[in-house]
């Protein structure tokens, strides 16, 4: 009866909005939104804004550009998806650089210097977030936006994270990456969840290995969707003697 009442063009538009709103939300996908997150309160850990700070982030990472977890619609979106060919994504570039991938997503390609991807504003005129300071075994919680798969009825895909050698002069492969994982994190650990399961927080916290040299080491932060789809984000972590 509803539909009897509309005109063409209004029923044209309206399902044109539906179909764009269930493509958003299936094909919402996560990144890296900090890489050096801290809790107000560690004994009663929250990923939201109003609970915790950011002290870290990946390459060039825009802040205040939108809301947490919008960034996949930016322009270029935050999330990178590896290619698929190359023979596979454990084959694929390891970083985006903005151009290769699925979905190519933002540049993240080391800074010549290291210090060049965290200084000054991006391509479009933004400031960009602080480099990650720790120590050997010092603590980093990374965070994430759910996009939508931290639903019970998906399964838990682990984030990966992977770490280079000390003072590396190009970022590593991604086979390079996948011979030193330090930790698996629980993707669907997330707080504050109200009904929007786009925009749910979600993190876990790791510590570094107690035998890293003073330096400078690339993190990558991977996460599997589904069966050939991987998303990166990478990140430099400033490690300084204790």
């Known amino acids: 009866m509803f539909f009897t009442t509309l005109s063409k063009a209004s029923l044209a ?37 109003k609970n915790g700070a950011c002290f870290g ?8 550009a939108k809301p947490f977890a919008k960034l996949d619609s930016d322009d270029p979106n935050r999330h990178y998806q590896q290619s698929h060919k190359n023979p596979d994504p454990n084959h ?14 933002a540049d993240e390609t080391m800074g010549k210097p290291i210090s060049a991807a965290y200084t000054g504003k991006d391509k479009r005129g933004r400031a960009v977030g602080v480099q990650t300071v720790s120590k050997p075994g010092g603590q980093l919680c990374v965070r994430w936006p759910a996009k939508n798969h931290a639903v019970p009825d998906e399964k838990n895909q682990p984030v990966t994270i992977a770490l280079s050698e000390v003072n590396p002069t190009k970022d ?37 290995p107690t035998t890293l040299k003073p330096g400078n080491f690339v993190m990558q ?18 490690v300084r003697a204790k």
Not at 31 to 37: G, K, L, N, P, Q
Not at 97 to 105: I, L, M, T, V
């Open 92 to 105: 694929s570039l390891a970083c985006s650089d903005g151009k290769q991938g699925e979905e190519p997503g």
């Open 172 to 208: 590593p492969t991604q086979l390079q990456f996948l011979s030193n994982v330090i930790t698996d994190l629980n993707y669907k650990n997330c707080s504050d969840k109200g009904k929007d399961t786009d925009i749910w927080p979600c993190g876990g916290c790791f510590k570094l």
């Open 57 to 64: 982030f990946a390459r060039r990472f825009p802040l205040k």
């Open 13 to 49: 538009v309206l399902i044109a909005s539906m179909i764009l709103v269930l493509t958003q939300k299936a094909e919402a996908h996560s990144y890296a939104d900090c890489i050096d997150w801290r809790f107000k309160d560690p004994k009663n850990p929250s990923w939201s804004d």
């Open 221 to 238: 932060w991977r996460w599997k969707l589904n069966s050939d789809e991987w998303y990166t984000s990478c990140a430099d972590i400033d």
